[in-house]
């Protein structure tokens, strides 16, 4: 199934759960360590509010500089964790994750230094990093698809799907850095 028609199908705890790992895969653009998300994660999967943990990662991950990657692609992340819906719920979610998705693999096709086979769209889609993000996206919408997951729902392994694309993100990163050193 496409990730289109993945998302389209999604429930709102699918949506919001993909739309927060996307965002989660991001975070190394903003400087942000490894944790600052994961108390939204644990509100979703306990079902509570989530503004609190929220306001707290805005906050956060607010102070943070680009770090040396793309001014471009913090603007990205910045604007994805500004849209964040008030809760993991409602109307606004779909259009949440559905940004989120199209974002997050904006973000990784600009941090993506590797060569393409052309110039044109359809090559730089099929980038190495990005082929691996659209990859994670659709690996993690399955995973919250599959119904008999148990309690979490899949959430425990789309948290660790996105959790290696955060580290891949954060290498890609670091290496930036360095390049413009």
């Keep these: 199934m496409s990730l289109v028609e993945l998302i389209a199908q999604a429930d709102e ?3 919001a759960a993909s739309g927060l790992a996307c965002l989660d895969r991001c975070v190394p653009v ?21 503004r609190g943990p929220l306001a707290e990662a805005r906050s956060a991950l607010g102070a943070a500089p680009g770090t040396g ?9 910045r604007r994805m964790l500004d849209a964040v819906p ?50 994670r996206q659709v690996r993690i919408l ?14 425990r392994q789309a948290l660790d799907v996105s959790m290696e694309g955060r580290r891949v993100l954060r290498a890609v990163v670091s290496r930036r850095s360095r390049v413009r050193l």
């Design 142 to 155: 399955e995973l919250l698809a599959n119904k008999g997951a148990g309690p979490a729902g899949g959430l």
């Design 13 to 15: 705890r699918g949506l």
């Design 69 to 77: 990657t793309s001014h471009e692609a913090a603007t990205l992340t």
């Design 86 to 135: 008030a809760g993991p719920s409602g109307a606004e979610i779909r259009e949440w994750a559905d940004g989120c998705s199209v974002a997050a693999l904006q973000v990784h096709r600009l941090l993506d230094t590797a060569p393409t086979d052309g110039t044109d769209a359809v090559s730089t889609l099929t980038s190495p990093l990005v082929a691996a993000e659209l990859r």
């Design 30 to 50: 903003l400087g942000g360590d490894d944790d600052v998300l994961r108390p939204l994660w644990a509100r979703l999967a306990e079902g509570g509010d989530w």
